[in-house]
């Protein structure tokens, strides 16, 4: 999916603000299970940038919740098979961050993405659950502009690509509205060489599911 895609290629979340839901109802509980998703990626070496908490406080909890699910298996899956994780909170969805504490851990976060480190006079012991100071990869805001460049490069590429690039091509042509428009900016057709690969990839597929369905 998309999703995976951009996270795995730019470290970038494709997510969209629920414009519906940008009032304060119920702000203090989204806090606790946004501050709760991040303590359980930093496990991971992950963290939000302030622009994703900015768009994930615009989700209802249910949504929040999808998105957990979501996220820690790709994440998991950028580490590899081999990965220990061992979340703060191994529960969540049922067991989250108190919301005192939700509130502490989110305000050190804006201390470090202004400053990049933390509250310089909180003692230790008063920093749990807050961030802890290790070197973590920011994950920032995505968009499908930035996936319809990736797909423009795959696409127009003069030499030959990874089989994982033929993979990513071949959900970008399932997945992105208006697939034509952006193989003629990128000056390609499907008789180009890279994506003669992907239509080959696609045949056999369908292929393969048709014959395991006769």
Do not use: C
């Amino acid at each position: 999916m998309l999703f995976e895609l951009l996270l795995r290629r730019k470290n970038k979340l494709l997510i969209e603000e629920n414009f519906e839901n940008e009032k304060e109802e119920n702000e203090k509980e989204r806090v606790a299970y946004i501050a709760s998703i991040m303590k359980n990626i930093e496990a991971l070496g992950y963290t939000f940038s302030r622009e994703v908490v900015k768009v994930l406080k615009t989700f209802e909890v249910e949504q929040l919740k999808a998105f957990y699910l979501k996220l820690i298996p790709a994440l998991k899956k950028q580490k590899g098979a081999d990965v220990s994780y061992h979340p703060m909170y191994p529960n969540f969805p049922q067991s989250v961050m108190e919301e005192k504490e939700a509130t502490l851990y989110i305000n050190a976060m804006i201390h470090y993405w202004s400053y990049g480190k933390l509250y310089p006079n909180i003692r230790k012991e008063e920093r749990l659950p807050l961030f802890e100071e290790t070197k973590v990869t920011v994950l920032s805001l995505g968009t499908m502009d930035e996936i319809t460049e990736i797909f423009q490069q795959l696409a127009g590429a003069n030499t030959s690509i990874s089989k994982q690039d033929q993979e990513d091509l071949s959900v970008m042509f399932k997945r992105i509205p208006n697939i034509e428009k952006y193989m003629q900016e990128a000056g390609v057709s499907a008789g180009d060489s890279q994506l003669k690969v992907t239509f080959t990839i696609e045949r056999t597929m369908y292929d393969a599911s048709s014959f395991a369905q006769s």
